[in-house]
């Protein structure tokens, strides 16, 4: 193999755009249990996406892990990618009857600088990528922004990062941080998807030994948070 050779100066400049990233929480603890449940979470998570991105134009979305990338030059075809899986995702949640198969989400919203690799041209590189892979990488801080604001979250928070704070629709104010209020647009099922959680939790709370990772303490906070954000006041 010729060893790879890149022009730094022939890349190209990152472009601002709006990312979402959206990942399921727990992966590390179910796979150190078992395969097949994280797989059956990860590939639901994608179903949903991918129908979700279908026939958007300007929207990409990047697989990546547990989790996925999606960004796009506008705020609001975005956000309303966000709404749709999360909301696919909640009803995933209650219409999963075994409590010890039901899973959580959450997400990070951020606009920042990031490269496309399909904006990448090869003529002055010696650089063996198929194209297919060159079209499958993204890179630049907005993605780890992203992952940043997500972590430590509630479960099914998209929590907003202050590089768009003020210009969020439907916004609500959790205890710390700002959150897009998916679940307060187009949702009829807000009730039952919170007493699907409640009921997660208490299973959790039964099972520590399948779940140990997840400190008590936090999980307790998790809990807290997630009804203060959905109950939370607020005008769209």
Same mark, same amino acid.
């Given at each position: 193999? =010729? ?10 400049? @990152?472009? !601002? ?8 929480? *727990?992966?590390?603890?179910?796979? $150190?249990? =078992?395969?097949? +449940? ?19 134009? *300007?929207? %990409?979305? &990047? ?7 999606? /960004?796009?030059? $506008?705020? =609001? @075809? ?9 909301? #696919? ?6 219409? /999963?009857?075994?409590? #010890?198969?039901? &899973?959580?989400? %959450? ?20 650089? @063996?990528?198929?194209?297919?892979? %060159? ?10 922004d992203a992952t940043e604001a997500e972590k430590g979250r509630p479960p099914f928070s998209a929590t907003i990062h202050n +590089? ?11 205890? !710390? ?8 647009? *187009?949702?009829?099922?807000?009730? #039952? ?14 099972? %520590? ?7 008590e303490v936090k999980m307790k906070q998790h809990l807290f948070d997630f009804l203060l954000m959905l109950n939370d006041n607020? +005008?769209?």
């Amino acid at each position: 193999m =010729t060893p790879p050779y890149i022009n730094l100066d022939s890349l190209p400049n @990152p472009i !601002k755009q709006y990312v979402a990233w959206i990942d399921i929480m *727990g992966t590390k603890s179910f796979y $150190e249990k =078992t395969n097949k +449940s994280p797989m059956l979470y990860i590939l639901k998570l994608h179903a949903c996406a991918e129908a979700a991105t279908k026939s958007k134009n *300007g929207l %990409r979305y &990047y697989p990546a892990a547990d989790g996925l990338f999606l /960004t796009h030059n $506008e705020r =609001t @075809p975005l956000l309303e990618v966000v709404k749709e899986i999360f909301q #696919e995702i909640a009803l995933d949640v209650i219409n /999963t009857r075994k409590i #010890e198969y039901r &899973y959580m989400i %959450r997400a990070g919203i951020v606009h920042g600088e990031i490269n496309h690799g399909s904006d990448i041209s090869l003529d002055q590189q010696q650089l @063996p990528l198929t194209n297919a892979l %060159r079209q499958s990488l993204v890179f630049g801080k907005a993605l780890v922004d992203a992952t940043e604001a997500e972590k430590g979250r509630p479960p099914f928070s998209a929590t907003i990062h202050n +590089s768009l704070f003020s210009n969020v629709p439907l916004s609500v104010s959790g205890p !710390k941080y700002e959150y897009y209020a998916w679940f307060d647009d *187009g949702f009829n099922k807000k009730e #039952e998807f919170k007493n699907a959680i409640l009921e997660y939790y208490t299973w959790i709370g039964a099972h %520590r030994d399948w779940v140990n990772a997840y400190d008590e303490v936090k999980m307790k906070q998790h809990l807290f948070d997630f009804l203060l954000m959905l109950n939370d006041n607020h +005008s769209s």
